[in-house]
């Protein structure tokens, strides 16, 4: 069971990155996926969520309006387009699979994270 998360870097303010996260097809079938982020010096918050069919999507409101999350079951790959980036969107992005299928801001609902991927905003 594996998440590989990819995508981050040094970005713009402003800038548009999308972030990819690539699981086993047994990890992501019938599961939900989410995305978190840890901030330096911060705890881990959630971000965004799908549901395991891609018809239920939840975000954090520091990224409604600007974040998009998607899924691709056939590619085994969730997805995580941000938008309009700002400096205090700095963080490790984990993508994570829930242990249902139903999208969750819960972390304790999440029992396979990836390595995490790091994205920077410069202003």
């Known amino acids: 069971v594996q998440l590989q998360a990819s995508g981050g870097g040094l970005v713009q303010a402003g800038g548009s990155p999308r972030l990819s996260c690539a699981a086993s097809r047994r990890t992501s079938s019938n599961n939900a996926m989410g995305w978190f982020r840890q901030a330096p010096g911060k705890e881990r918050e959630f971000v965004a969520a799908?549901?395991?069919?891609?018809?239920?999507?939840i975000y954090a409101d520091s990224v409604k309006g600007r974040f998009t999350i998607s899924r691709d079951n056939a590619k085994a790959t969730v997805y995580l387009r941000m938008n309009s980036l700002k400096p205090e969107d700095t963080a490790i992005y984990y993508c994570?699979?829930?242990?249902?299928?139903?999208?969750?801001?819960?972390?304790?609902?999440?029992?396979?994270w990836g390595q995490g991927t790091l994205v920077t905003v410069s202003s």
């Open positions: 994570a699979a829930g242990r249902y299928s139903g999208a969750s801001e819960n972390v304790k609902t999440y029992n396979y």
């Open positions: 799908i549901s395991w069919s891609g018809s239920v999507t």
